[in-house]
């Protein structure tokens, strides 16, 4: 009886661990994606804040001129490698990103650098302090911006 014992619960053991581990694993590629999704969003939306405030000083004079070379340094750092916050398959379940990305992922990593070299250019035309050159630079950023999301993300 107390072998028998032993054994039944060795057996449940067994399938709880077996269950419990296919049940893991597949939490975890749902996990997975949801948390590189989040991650991104939030990424983009961090790039989108230091547009917003660059925007704010450069086209509307907000006086926070001395802030610019560090929202234009998140900006490089932030672009420095968007096509690693599309893994193949991060296109589900609660994204904009559309599948078109992946079957043109060429197109997509060139036109990732576009907005990381443009950032870069407009950093360090605030770091030169040529502020004849702000405009133009975040005009050129915010279209390579644009470029991207008019084609891969969706409305
Ligand atoms: C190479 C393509 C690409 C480039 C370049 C790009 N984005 Fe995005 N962006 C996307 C995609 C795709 C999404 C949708 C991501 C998702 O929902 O998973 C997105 C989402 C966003 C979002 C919404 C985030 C949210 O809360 O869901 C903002 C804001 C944003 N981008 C701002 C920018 C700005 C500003 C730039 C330029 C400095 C930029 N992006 C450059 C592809 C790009």
Known sequence: MKRSARLFTAASVAATLTLG?????????????????????????????????????????ADYAGNLKMHTQQLVDLTH?????????????????????WDNWDRYVELSSDSRDAARALHAAVEAGDESE??????????????CHDDFRRD
Do not use: K, W
């Open 81 to 101: 490698d968007i096509p690693s916050l599309f893994p193949e398959g991060s296109d589900f379940p609660d994204t904009d990103a559309r599948e078109a990305i």
């Open 134 to 147: 702000y405009m133009i630079r975040f005009r050129n950023l915010g279209q390579s911006c644009q470029a």
């Open 21 to 61: 581990l296919g049940a893991t694993s597949s939490v975890q590629a749902f996990d997975e994606h949801e948390a590189t999704i989040d991650y991104r969003q939030g990424v983009m939306r961090a790039i989108g804040g230091n547009m917003g405030s660059v925007a704010a000083v450069v086209i509307d004079g």
